[in-house]
């Protein structure tokens, strides 16, 4: 009988090691999703400075496409930013009803990434069409 017991109980305290551990994890893995928000965010943001500025000293005219590529760079951007702001916010909310906004935030600001996205793909595709000179319709 007491053999019993010390095994039940024995059982009971590695299942709550087994939870603290997954816990541990959990918030280890949420802060890591975090950062790597943060530095794609940067990132994003030091590429489209980048862009914009060598966009600013070249010779070529800008073209529309430029236009559009540097547009989009900077929609995109602000809607990472944004997504990392937000995922931010996650970490430190356990309310179920702050989360759902929040991630309702998250998915708006992915929306607002790929609009810039789709904007800079279609400026690159007006780029390669300018560049060609043919007439000839890329996205057909």
């Known amino acids: 009988m007491l053999e019993e017991n010390f095994k039940e109980k024995e059982g009971k305290d590695q299942e709550q090691k087994t939870n603290i551990d997954d816990d541990s994890l959990q918030a280890s893995l949420e802060r890591q999703i975090v950062a790597a928000s943060w530095v794609k965010a940067v990132a994003q943001l030091y590429e489209t400075i980048t862009l914009s500025k060598l966009y600013s000293i070249d010779k070529d005219p800008i073209f529309q496409g430029k236009r559009d590529i540097i547009s989009g760079m900077w929609i995109g951007t602000a809607g990472q930013l944004s997504v990392a702001f937000f995922v931010s916010k996650q970490l430190f909310t356990s309310d179920k ?14 929306s607002i990434q790929i609009v810039g996205n789709a904007l800079a793909l279609i400026g690159a595709a007006e780029v390669i069409q300018e560049e060609v000179g043919d007439g000839e319709i890329f996205l057909s």
């Open 97 to 110: 009803i702050n989360l759902l906004d929040l991630q309702r935030k998250i998915v708006l600001s992915d």
